[in-house]
Every structure is written in C-alpha cells, then in structure tokens.
C-alpha cells in the first residue's frame, strides 16, 4: 500500500493494525495535511456485523465535535474495500505511556481530566464508547488526549445489537453488566475509564486472573487492592475517585463523566496546593539556614501558614448534574438558599442572587469572575437529585491564588431533609472562611424547620418563576407559593413569595386592580406571624407601608429590620434607597443604592436606580458614570435608557434626551413619553410635543400618575392637577414620588403641596 493514491491521500507508511483494520499515515493533497486512513480489512467485507462496526465508528465520531475525540473527515471505498480518513495525531497510545509502570499523579489526573471531557461530550450526544481502554486513548507530544476506534460504540435510540455484540469488548475493562451481556448506558464508560486510571496510577489492572473466566469473575465479584496500598502517593480524594468509578452498581458511580471530572479537578487542585505548601516549606527552611540559624526551625515551619481571607464571598450557581433540564429550578433553588443563609451574617459580604445568576453557563476564569463581583474567595458546587436521593458538591477557591481551600460532598437520601441539607453546607461553609459570627447569627444559620417535601418543592418552583420578574412568570410563582400553602399552611417563606408576586405586580404596573397590595400586606402579614423573622417579608411589608398605607415612619422601621436580619440582602437596600429617592432624600438613597450595588454589582437596576438617585441630587457625572456601567453590562436595558433621558434633560441636552426616550419607548418602558414630551417642549417643537402627547394620552393602560407628569411637562397645569386627584383617589403608587423631582413642574405650584397634605399625606 505504501505510495498508492486512494481518492485524494497517498499512503505514506503503516501506522499500525487491529483486530479488523489496518491505519496507514497519508498526505491529503487536497488541503495539504497528513492523515490517518483506517480500512477495514478484505476478508471482513463480507462479514455484515462487522462491516456495521465499522461504519458505526464512523458515524459516533463524525457526530461529535470536541478537542479531545479524534476528528472524522471521511468515509469512502477503495474498490470493495471502506476506509476512514481521520485527524492523524503525532503520538503514542496510552498503552505505551503505561508499560506497566505507574504515573505521576499530576500527569494521570490532567489526562483523567480530557477523557472525562469526551466522555462527557459523547454522553451528552447519546454515544456510549464501551471500549474505554489504554490502546483507544491517544496522547500527542503536549499529553493532549485522543478517544479513538467508536467501532462498538452504542448510540440511543439508533444501534441495534447483534447477539455477536451484546458482549463485545476489551475485557479486563469491562463493566460487571457488560460481562452479563446487560442493557448498558453511559455509566459502563465510567466503570472502564474507573479501570484505565487504576492503571495509569498503580502500574497494575484492577482485575487480573489467569484466563478470561476468571477476569470476568473478579470484575463481578471482586474489589481490586487499594490505589493507595500500590501507590502512597495517590490522595485519599483521588482514591476515592476511582473507588466511585469501580462500584459494580451502575448507580453508585458518578451519575455521568462530568461530575467524574469535577471530582477529579478538584482533587489536581489538592494536589497541587500540597505540592506548593512542600515547596513553600522548603523554602523557608533554606532561607532561614541561609539567613540566620538563631531563628528556630519550628517558628519558620509554623509561621505564615494561614492565610486571612477577606470576607467577600461569591456562591456561584450550582450545576444541575441529574441529567434532567426540568431539575434545573432545584439547582437555582439551593444556590438562592446558600446565598440567604450565608447573607445573614454581617461580617461576609456576599453577592446577591442577581449577579451571581449571570455566571451560569459562563466559561470564565474564576480569578476573573473573582474580579468582575469584586470578592475574594468563590464558591461552587453541583447538585444531583435522583427521586429522593440528593447529593450536593461544593468547594471553596480563594480567588487570588486559585487556591481550593476546601471541598465537600452532603447527601440525604429523604426528601424532608433537604433545609437541613442547606444549613449544614452553609455552616460549614462559613467555618472554613473562618468568618466572625455572633450567637444569634450562628443560631439562625444552623436553624431549620422540616417542611413537606412537596410543598418545599413547590415553593422553590415559585422562586425560580419569581426570579423571572416577567408577568407571566410571577402568575406562575403565585400558583406554585399557593400550593406550596395548601401542603403546609405554616410556611412563612411561601406566604413571603405570595406577598413578592403582588408587589412586584403593582408597582410594575402590570396589575393595578385595587386589591393587589392589600393581598401583598395579608400575606406578608400572615408570613410574619410565623416568623418574625424573615428578612424578604419585611423588606415587602415596608414597600406596602410606604406606597399604599403612606406611612413612612412603619416602612422605615420594617426596611431597618430586614436589614439588621439579613445585612447583604441586596434588594432590602435597593428598596430602601427607592424610597429615601421617592421622598426626596437623595443623599440618603445614594448611600443606600450603593449599598445595594455593592452586593449586587451586575445587577442592571441596582446601577440604574443609583444613577437616578445621583440624578435627582444634581450629581450628573457620576450618574451618567452608573449609566455607562449599567451599559457597558447591559445595551439593551430599557429602563438605563429612561434614567439617561432624565439625565440629558436636567443637564440641558434635550435634543439627545428625544433620543434616548424613543429607545426607551421601544423597549415599552413606562414614563419613557414623559420625557419625550418635556424634551420636545424645551425644544420648542411644541407640534411634535402635541402629537407626543395624545398618542401617549390614547394608551388606556397608562396610569394617571403618568398622565399628570405628561400634562405638567407639556404645560397644561389644569389637566395634570386633574389627574394628580385622580391619581391619589386611585392611590396608585407612585403618588409618594409626587415629592421628589419626577414632578418638578407641578411641584413648583404651592397648590400642589397643600393638595398632597391634605389628601396623600404621609405619616
């Protein structure tokens, strides 16, 4: 073969050969690289179930795209006989890396790492390899990994096997249920892959005996020796690791081989911050010999061994790892629960919700994420629910270093005891960023209250819709919060959400019928009573007191209290600053909203809500700098949009103010026409004004605290003062904002104040 032309590769010289193929080296003319050419050798052409293999090769690689699977080009025939054509890699098998001696662990784990990749790629495509063994991972000359030969592999829903096929393999890597000729899935790969690591660290199989009966009956029956018995220098994490892998139960394994590299990552970071603490010690003995020998060697050994990490921490979101997309609201639900608990204790600071959400899917570097939310040290983690069964990961990473300063795994096999679950991963959490914590905050942390499995689980479906902040959303979450109430009539956190639908409703204005606060203050009401100390329904209960009740003494106390429970409880201070704004105490907002930013730094509300407190103060460059920010995050945000339009307008620039309040109308964002109109009125376009004007006039959903401010803006003082009664008749909410800048023209008129006193005065 070597020099012939097959289509457009001439073979240049064999690779090597198989049980049913031959691989040559070839250069492709074509697009002028080298290739690997697999045939399939004549005397099986006619053999129909390994022809199937063949092709089936072909198509479980060319399906699948990914660094470390080796890439198909082609598939084609030389006369009678088919070929592959397939990436070449310049390198050897793990076969000959091993050659019966053991690895060091470093390697072992940075390859362990590539393969669980693939496999994990494969898996998620429905591909089952179920041939993991030394000779079918390729290393090139960097330790880069190749999966190679898919000839057996299984793909869901598409392969067949023949009787031939039910037992196929390798056999001193076979799972106990591949040996049994069982229905497999994904987790025989990570049986397989289990025996291969075993390998790569011991210099031995797992399973050995004299003929291939009795392999087989070791793989069913037997445990292998400890990894560490024949290597010491195997961590008791990375020991484990293999332990999972090897269980003869499918179901004790890693659920899949993302988890599995999860595991395995984790245990790289343990081993290399060991490596560097010897090497750091090792330092500081040859220093202290060289620098002075008065110094005691066990003061060098024992000094700067801890290191004081600030208290700013980050829970990002937990990674659903149950291989089911509708368990994704449980993982939101558990980071969400984290981040509260966590949030109690003053001396952390810890991002809100928010922020954090925004990292989900992201591929960013921790130190950089680190930077980004301004925190020193990261936490994350995975969950796998399986029916009853739960299993949650975390570990801590100090930012700075890349560090992992600690990792742990909690499991319960009752559903009841997942609160439980949260306390304990928090509390030991907060232990091992050895933060400061008084009495009470320990008490609350460690606190919990049995709930019916079911109506935890619909309350958590109604914080994922709630979190969505879209009216279609909140109707959803009040449904899940009620049947949450019907399961177990006590639980406060359920009544809190019921009373966040209401509130967020009103004051979005998607639903101004004249019960919704009322509904919003029974049930932050009937949540209180339970428990006193909720900081959410207190933070509710204070938007209700102010901007329905219009008692600002009762709402500051109750903004105050939410605090003082929860003092990084981002939105308890957003609120707050909106009020402080909404009553015209700018300084007092602005320092409330940077508070809230503070906890929230990516959260485009927060940032906008605090250049309009800078706004109305008269601080127009940092409120146009909290706007950059806010778009340089967000382009598309309607309400940053609306803040700028006011900004331009109070600095004089109002033909840009036009503009941006049109941007902000085509994002349907209330009060944008206000604007409009007060900008083309300074323009003296007053025909444009006038047409403004009635076109946001014939909107019969805009509330008559909007039709007033468009009646002020545009001059027609009768008509706004009619509405501003109308407004307050109604008690629309935004009544309260009748004090501070928002109705500037209005306010200029000493009528208007005597109104607000005597009809919407404010305790």
Known sequence: MIGVSVSHYRIVRKLGKGGQGQVYLADDLHLDRQVALKFLNVEFIDEPHLLERFHREAKAAAALSHPNIITVHEVGLNGDQ????????????????????????????????????????????????????????????????????????????????????????????????????????HRTDIFSFGAVLYEMLTGHRPFNGPNAGSVVKAIQYDKPRPVRELN????????????????????????????????????????????????????????????????????LLNSGGGRKIENSLAVLPLENLSGDASQDFFAEGMTEALITRLAQIEALRVISRTSVMQYRDTAKPTAQIARELGVSVIVEGAVIRTGDKLRVTAQIIDARTDDHLWAGTFSSDEPGDIIELQSQIATEIAQQVSVHMTSAERSRLGAYRPADPEAYEAFLQGRYHLNRRTPQ????????????????????????????????????????????????????????????????????????QLYYDWDWTAAEKSFKKAIELNPNYAIAYHWYGLALMTLGHYEDAIKRHK???????????????????????????????????????????????LARSWVQYHQGRYAEAVESSRKA????????????????????????????????????????????????????????????????????????????????????????EELLKERAPIK
Request: proline share 5%; hydrophobic share 45%.
């Open 232 to 299: 010491p220098r195997v961590g008791d994490t990375l020991a484990r690791i293999v332990e999972t892998a090897l269980q003869k139960d499918p179901a004790d394994r890693y659920p899949n081989a993302h988890e599995m590299g999860r595991a395995l990552r984790t245990a790289r970071s343990a081993t290399e911050r060991l490596q560097r603490t010897k090497d750091r010690r090792r330092r500081l003995v040859i220093g202290a010999l060289i620098a002075a020998a008065a110094i005691p060697l066990f003061f």
């Open 665 to 752: 109308m085509s994002f349907k964002v209330d009060r944008a026409e206000v604007m409009l109109v007060a900008s083309l009125v300074k323009l003296g376009d007053t025909q444009a004004a006038a047409q403004a004007l009635q076109e946001a006039l014939a909107r019969e959903t805009a509330p008559f605290h909007v039709r007033a401010a468009l009646y002020a803006y545009y001059g027609d003082m009768p008509h706004a003062f009619e509405m501003a009664e109308r407004a307050i008749d109604e008690r629309e909410w935004f009544v309260v904002a009748f004090r501070s800048r928002w109705m500037e023209p209005l306010r200029d008129d000493p009528k208007f």
């Open 82 to 185: 088919p070929y592959i054509a397939m990436a070449y890699v310049d390198g050897q098998s793990l076969t000959h890396v091993i050659e019966g001696k053991r690895m060091p662990v470093s390697r072992a784990i940075k390859i362990a790492c590539q393969v669980c990749d693939a496999l994990a790629e494969a898996h998620q495509h429905g591909i089952v390899h179920r041939d993991i063994k030394p000779d079918n991972i390729h290393l090139d000359r960097h330790d880069r990994v190749r999966i190679l030969d898919f000839g057996l592999a299984l793909r869901r829903g598409l392969t067949q096997l023949t009787p031939q096929e039910s037992t196929v393999g390798t056999i001193s890597y076979m799972s106990p249920e591949q040996t049994t000729g069982h229905l497999l899935d």
């Open 473 to 544: 959303d909140l109707a959803l979450a009040a449904d899940h919060f009620n049947r949450a109430i019907e399961r177990d009539s006590t639980f406060a956190q359920a009544y809190a959400g019921i009373a966040d639908c209401y509130a967020v409703s009103a004051m979005w204005n998607w639903d101004t019928s004249h019960n919704t606060f009322p509904r919003a203050r029974y049930a932050c009401r009937t949540a209180l009573r339970i428990d006193p100390d909720l900081a959410d329904a207190n933070a509710s209960l204070a938007i209700i």
């Open 595 to 641: 508070q809230a930013c503070n906890l929230d730094p990516l959260s485009p509300i927060m940032l906008v809500t605090l250049s309009q407190a800078y706004d109305m103060n008269g601080d127009y460059e940092l409120a146009n700098e909290s706007l950059d920010r806010a778009f340089e995050l967000f382009p598309s945000f309607g309400y940053a949009w």
